[in-house]
């Protein structure tokens, strides 16, 4: 396997300053999604952990909402239009009702002040890189933002950056 490509497509525990930090590489066709890199690792998805500091519901078609770890703040997407969107319309109706109701759930968990774990694809918006919400835990341990810093500064030193060239 490319070295390059050892991480995609894992979610990879990073702080905001790495997400922020990555590195996005324009597609050259509109099918092709944008890529991102951090030191020459090809990543597409992404785990973060932070306290919910803005809300934006819109309902029935998003929650954006912010998520900052002390290192920064990510923008977060939770689509709410599963029932509208053309991307859902080729799959089967209960398997789109059982996404839904998932993602309202997880939508009515997300409170400002609450300290949350967001899974998702890295995107981009604007310019400005994201995360395309799949799943959210609001934390209820209070020790989980500090552990995800160690986790994400140990990640990074035994596994994310071994082998691979500063870029």
Not at 110 to 124: K, P
Request: hydrophobic fraction near 35%; charged fraction near 25%.
């Amino acid at each position: 396997m490319d070295q390059r490509h050892r991480l995609y497509n894992t979610y990879v525990k990073l702080l905001a300053f790495d997400l922020l930090s990555l590195t996005q590489t324009p597609s050259h066709s509109f099918s092709e999604p944008i890529s991102f890199s951090r030191k020459g690792t090809l990543l597409s998805r992404a785990e973060t952990v932070g306290t919910v500091t803005s809300r934006e519901l819109k309902p029935g078609k998003f929650l954006k909402f912010s998520i900052d770890d002390g290192t920064g703040c990510v923008s977060c997407v939770l689509w709410l239009n599963h029932f509208s969107s053309t991307y859902f319309a080729r799959r089967s109706p209960p398997d789109v009702r059982l996404i839904a109701e998932a993602a309202n759930r997880f939508a009515a968990e997300i409170r400002l002040g609450a300290v949350a774990r967001v899974r998702g694809r890295i995107t981009s918006y604007r310019g400005a890189v994201q995360i395309t919400v799949s799943d959210v835990v609001v934390e209820r341990d209070p020790n989980a933002e500090t552990l995800h810093w160690l986790h994400c500064i140990s990640l990074a030193r035994k596994c994310y950056d071994v082998g691979t060239p500063n870029k």
